[in-house]
């Protein structure tokens, strides 16, 4: 009889258990879909502003000056190879340099989590390299490496460097004692405690970086472009600025926008792939 009255309790267990996923997974996708609307309706309703001649009005703007949306998309769609080749002669410069200069930050900041006495100096002076303005350091750069993709790829490695060897950092040794200790109780080694302990707390902060590395690298890409190149979105963006063909320009930099957005996105997806156990993704 006691096993007879245990059935039904566990299937009404198992019920309810499917009943509450079911609903977090409903509120997820309201959620979702709430998050989707609100940007789409705010920027519906800038273009529509925008178009209707409203910022010309309010700023004292001709149309030279701020083309109108509708101009923008024709300039798009007349120049579509061209802006095709260079998005993807500046987005390879970008991808590069973020990865080099990510991957540059990551080697420090996991050399001074091993002897943060000898090496924490270092990493405030990589954080130093932000206060170099990029106007100063693209002359340099193209001194050194040339007119070509290279001195552009150095510019975002050194831009993005130092905000990695940040936030790794932090990530690194921002760990509980006790979770060390107990490493050491059951002998760890120190490469041990790096990989299965410092490196996995780590994992949001290298992702968080890496975001903000992203949109770093297409302001270091472009302004690179605006001194020596011969292609890519910074060099027609200055070249079109100087020929008065606003409509054009602005396509440039709606592009560079765009290219943001997905690289942003793209960065997203990969940390939702590799961290899934974070809470800021099961909160998502």
């Not at 299937?11 to 998050?35: C, D, F, I, P, T």
């Not at 703007?61 to 080749?85: C, G, H, K, T, V």
């Not at 996995?200 to 605006?226: D, Q, R, Y």
């Amino acid at each position: 009889m006691k096993e007879m009255a245990a059935v039904p309790a566990n299937q009404s267990a198992v019920l309810s258990r499917e009943n509450a996923a079911r609903r977090v997974k409903k509120g997820r996708r309201r959620r979702g879909s709430k998050a989707w609307l609100l940007p789409l309706v705010f920027g519906l309703l800038f273009l529509m502003a925008w178009q209707t001649g409203l910022f010309h009005k309010l700023f004292q703007l001709e149309f030279y000056q701020l083309p109108l949306p509708s101009a923008i998309a024709s300039s798009i769609q007349e120049n579509a190879d061209m802006l095709w080749r260079y998005s993807l002669f500046t987005g390879m410069e970008i991808i590069m340099g973020c990865l080099v200069g990510s991957l540059l930050g990551l080697i420090a900041a996991s050399a001074a989590s091993f002897a943060p006495k000898a090496l924490k100096g270092g990493i405030a002076m990589l954080a130093a390299l932000n206060a170099v303005p990029i106007i100063a350091l693209a002359p340099v750069m193209n001194n050194w490496f040339g007119s070509g993709a290279a001195s552009k790829i150095a510019i975002v490695s050194v831009m993005t460097m130092s905000t990695m060897a940040v936030g790794a950092y932090k990530g690194l040794r921002s760990i509980d004692p006790m979770y060390v200790e107990l490493m050491h109780v059951y002998a760890a080694s120190r490469r041990s405690v790096f990989i299965k302990l410092r490196f996995k707390n780590g994992l949001p902060h290298f992702f968080t970086a890496l975001k903000i590395n992203m949109s770093t690298s297409i302001i270091g890409a472009i302004v690179g472009e605006f001194f020596i190149s011969s292609r890519g979105l910074g060099f027609l963006l200055s070249d079109q600025i100087k020929l008065g063909n606003m409509p054009l320009a602005w396509s440039c930099i709606t592009i560079a926008a765009a290219l943001g957005i997905v690289l942003f996105y793209l960065v997203q997806f990969a940390e939702k792939l590799a961290i899934p156990w974070h809470v800021a993704q099961r909160n998502r």
